[in-house]
């Protein structure tokens, strides 16, 4: 049996920044054996991007990059020399998959294309991640995280309505891009073993989002049956109560009442208190009425505000109702139920010292993820991983002085 579930099955990285990296970054943590080749003197983008150790920009002390990299081994390489190109197409003679989210007209500019490399190796999968696929009239055009959102998301309908839309904080769209990348990668390859040929992935972090189904997905399949386009909300727009984000004695917690059944279960966390016995409060015309919203939000708040947010996370889960803290950085950090399941994980960085970073995506019994080694220094691994490949150290010490790695 395998150490992991991955194990054994080796990938050419050629990515950079977030999408692609967090694709090999899956792959990687699962057992794979991933070279990353990064550009000499530079490197991925990603080494630019904070946050940095104690606030101090530094290419090695990147917390993304760090955290993008683990368990890979990384190698610098010149692609427009022949040199670089000659070595990387070495690589990829034994290579099962290769990831690059480069633009579309990079791989065919540097005479890379899935055409020559299946020469070379048959068997290869072959994923690239781009804003909008390889073919089609936005193939070349550039895109930024907000970008993507505006085009690819329900941006339109978040936010409120005499403001401007709003997108998804963080970096979302590129990681949920990558995840998708990675389960694509993974099926080919299993396809590869079976019919002893590979594939050409594409895949459009633009269609990445407009397919996936979360709030985008019901409001396309809302406006495709009935023609409806969602819109921003009014502010103060009476959703049903409580159903909102409400301050506590410690910070805020989020209630979640979707659904008519959940209001006995609100009385129920309460105590069922005599100020909401009222049963049109119960109703679908009486969770619209704003009056008895008043007079429920009249007894509520002030609830709210004698509590922490634990224990009203407490006391609506035992009511059986969907209720959270809204939580900061370092609460999720010290939540007694991630210690238990030891999601975070210390890594040993030789540049930042002992780093905590989140774990396991997901579990699995008999071939679970794995944290080898931290993300690699800047051609860590030239030695390492061109070595067998017949270079010799006082070779890589001219390839070196050459611009080549």
């Not at 409120?160 to 990348?181: D, W």
Request: proline residues 6%; hydrophobic residues 40%.
């Amino acid at each position: 049996m395998f150490e992991q579930a991955l194990s054994g099955v080796k990938v050419i990285d050629l990515t950079h920044h977030i999408s692609g990296p967090y694709c090999t970054k899956m792959l990687a943590d699962y057992g794979a054996e991933v070279v990353k080749v990064e550009r000499p003197g530079c490197g991925d983008g990603a080494r630019n991007m904070g946050p940095f150790m104690k606030d101090g920009p530094h290419p090695e002390k990147s917390g993304m990059f760090a955290y993008l990299n683990t368990n890979k081994q990384g190698i610098t390489l010149d692609l427009k020399s022949q040199t670089g190109k000659a070595i990387l197409l070495r690589l990829i003679e034994s290579a099962d998959m290769l990831v690059e989210n480069f633009s579309p007209r990079v791989m065919p500019s540097l005479g890379l294309t899935y055409e020559r490399l299946k020469e070379i190796n048959p068997r290869l999968v072959m994923a690239s991640i781009s804003n909008f696929g390889q073919t089609g009239p936005y193939r070349d055009f550039k895109a930024s995280e907000l970008v993507l959102n505006a085009m690819g998301t329900e941006m339109y309908s978040r936010g409120i309505s005499t403001r401007e839309p709003l997108k998804l904080g963080g970096n979302a769209v590129q990681f949920q891009a990558g995840a998708v990348a990675a389960l694509a990668t993974t099926i080919a390859y299993w396809q590869a073993l079976e019919g002893g040929y590979g594939d050409h992935l594409d895949i459009s972090i633009f269609e990445t989002q407009i397919s996936t189904i979360d709030l985008r997905g019901g409001s396309l399949l809302g406006y495709q049956y009935s023609g409806r386009v969602a819109t921003r909300k009014e502010p103060g727009t009476n959703r049903g109560y409580p159903n909102d984000v409400y301050m506590c004695s410690d910070g805020y917690a989020q209630i979640g009442h979707h659904a008519l059944e959940f209001f006995p279960r609100v009385l129920k966390m309460l105590g069922h208190p005599e100020e909401l016995s009222d049963p049109a409060m119960g109703t679908e015309a009486g969770q619209m009425d704003d009056d008895l919203k008043g007079i429920f939000e009249a007894y509520f708040i002030p609830w709210c505000l004698e509590r922490t947010k634990l224990e009203i996370f407490l006391l609506g889960q035992a009511a059986n109702l969907p209720v959270g803290p809204i939580n900061t950085m370092e609460d999720v950090t010290k939540d007694p139920h991630f210690e238990a399941r030891e999601f975070f994980v210390d890594v040993e960085h030789p540049a930042m010292g002992t780093v905590r970073m989140p774990g396991a995506p997901f579990r699995m019994g008999d071939n679970p993820w794995k944290l080898r080694w931290p993300a690699p220094l800047l051609g860590q691994h030239n030695e390492e991983v061109l070595g067998p490949l017949g270079y010799a150290k006082e070779d890589l010490v001219k390839l070196r002085e050459a611009g080549v790695i």
